[in-house]
């Protein structure tokens, strides 16, 4: 079964930077996209950022290029989230997620959270950017 878990949520000033991990277990596929999607209070879901396991490419939201730096690090299977310059609406809660179906389809995910869905997801981490 595959587990996703986040960590390194926590709270930090505007301006400020934290590091996101996600560590992965479980994953028998071999062409998978994982990323991470982001969800405010009283908002929808919204698509961060997302990195193919086949090539290495990587995908990221308007809101967050930039700022933010998706990487993968294979040999200890977690996935980080770079955030640097961070502002109040990039509060949050972080929720790592990945997808059988490949980078593309994580990438119109990003795009149109509302109509694509991942197929696992991580429990989340809260990430509160005061100002």
């Known amino acids: 079964e595959v587990q996703l878990v986040e960590s390194g949520g926590g709270l930090v000033q505007a301006g400020g930077s934290l590091r996101l991990s996600c560590a992965h277990s479980g994953i028998t596929f071999d062409d998978y996209a994982i990323g991470w999607f982001r969800q405010a209070p009283g908002k929808e879901r919204e698509g961060v950022s997302c990195?193919?396991?086949?090539?290495?490419?990587?995908y990221y939201g308007d809101s967050v290029e930039g700022r933010f730096t998706i990487s993968s690090d294979n040999a200890k299977n977690t996935v980080y989230l770079q955030m640097n310059d961070l502002k109040p609406e990039d509060t949050a809660v972080y929720y790592c997620?990945?997808?059988?179906?490949?980078?593309?389809?994580?990438?119109?995910?990003?795009?149109?959270?509302?109509?694509?869905?991942?197929?696992?997801w991580g429990k989340g981490t809260l990430v509160t950017v005061s100002s």
């Open positions: 997620a990945l997808t059988s179906l490949g980078y593309s389809w994580y990438r119109r995910a990003i795009d149109v959270p509302e109509y694509y869905n991942m197929d696992y």
């Open positions: 990195i193919s396991s086949s090539d290495g490419r990587i």
